[in-house]
């Protein structure tokens, strides 16, 4: 099959972690032929379609130059056998035409992965309020009285923008920080952007749990990214280290609750942030993790994703 992999440009991808390119990789060695688009490069026209200039790689396996150019050309992506949208957040006005593009492209017969509808509607970090039973407690709002009201109500909260990635933006905020009020008007921009307060879990000390849900099944282990000294964010992206564990009684009640009803929406590859016995993310843009989970289990997601991509385009022919 020929693949294509909507990512960031190639090279800001670092490929000692990667998971698209763990993902890349995987699909090259079960035969596929692998191809690199770049969000900006997906256009539409009357007498093609959707279409984006697309690279066929070669996906070499040295970390440092980890892929050769075979040749690049302008495909219509309903001629790849499935299309991975990997584009990382902003979740902006950018983004949200690229899944305009993308599902005019499904119309056209291409098959998306995950499907550009479902990623428009669901917010990675809003998603949450739709399972109570497991969503930390919290309140999204652009009023700052009424995120004030919330950390004086829970006395220790983090609060973050809606459309970050990474830790970025993300504060811890007690009800006695002489900052608070900055904090909030910054964030909001003075009641012009909606934000998210959460109740602050204190078990993030022991990680911020990364559970995958891969074509609606589970991977049995978790990546916990501990925060370094010092930070609350556990985030690997600011310094968080990476510890892979097998799921708990918990994680995979949330896990196996959430895995049909996310399939069933076209959500095809699923990253659940759980810390202690909270949900409190359930990332859908760019999910990660896969590679130190297999570095440090031995189990290969990216393979089990491969699979299970094979069956859904069979499925779907």
């Known amino acids: 099959m020929r693949l294509a992999f909507v990512v960031d440009p190639l090279p800001s991808l670092k490929a000692y972690k990667d998971t698209s390119i763990a993902l890349m990789r995987a699909a090259q060695a079960a035969g596929h032929a692998v191809w690199a688009v770049q969000q900006s490069a997906i256009h539409w026209s009357a007498l093609h379609g959707v279409c984006a200039e697309a690279v066929h790689l070669e996906m070499l396996a040295d970390d440092d130059d980890w892929f050769v150019e075979v040749d690049r050309h302008v495909v219509a992506l309903r001629d790849f056998a499935a299309v991975m949208m990997r584009k990382d957040p902003p979740f902006d006005a950018e983004y949200v035409t690229s899944t305009w593009l993308l599902e005019r492209a499904e119309a056209e017969g291409a098959r998306v992965f995950n499907r550009p509808r479902a990623l428009r509607d669901h917010s990675e970090k809003l998603s949450v309020a739709e399972f109570p039973q497991f969503a930390v407690p919290g309140v999204v709002a652009r009023v700052p009285a009424l995120i004030q009201a919330f950390i004086d109500l829970e006395r220790d909260t983090i609060v973050k923008p809606l459309d970050g990635m990474g830790g970025t933006g993300v ?20 009641g012009a952007r909606t934000v998210i307060a959460q109740r602050y879990i204190p078990e993030i000390v022991d990680g911020d749990k990364r559970i995958l849900i891969v074509g609606g099944e589970v991977v049995p282990y978790c990546l916990a990214r501990i925060p370094k000294a010092g930070e609350t964010r556990g985030n690997l992206a600011v310094g968080g280290r990476g510890v ?30 759980v810390i202690g016995d909270w949900l409190t993310e359930i990332n859908i843009t760019s999910p990660t993790c896969i590679v130190e989970i297999a570095e440090q289990t031995g189990f290969d997601a990216a393979e089990l994703f491969v699979v299970a991509l094979e069956r859904a385009c069979v499925a779907a022919a």
């Open 171 to 190: 504060f811890r905020v007690r009800h006695d920080d002489p900052n608070r009020n900055v904090i909030v008007e910054t964030l909001t921009h003075n």
């Open 244 to 273: 892979a564990r097998e799921l708990s009684a918990r994680d995979r009640e949330i896990a196996t609750t959430l895995a049909p009803l996310l399939a069933a929406r076209g959500l095809f590859f699923v990253g659940l942030d």
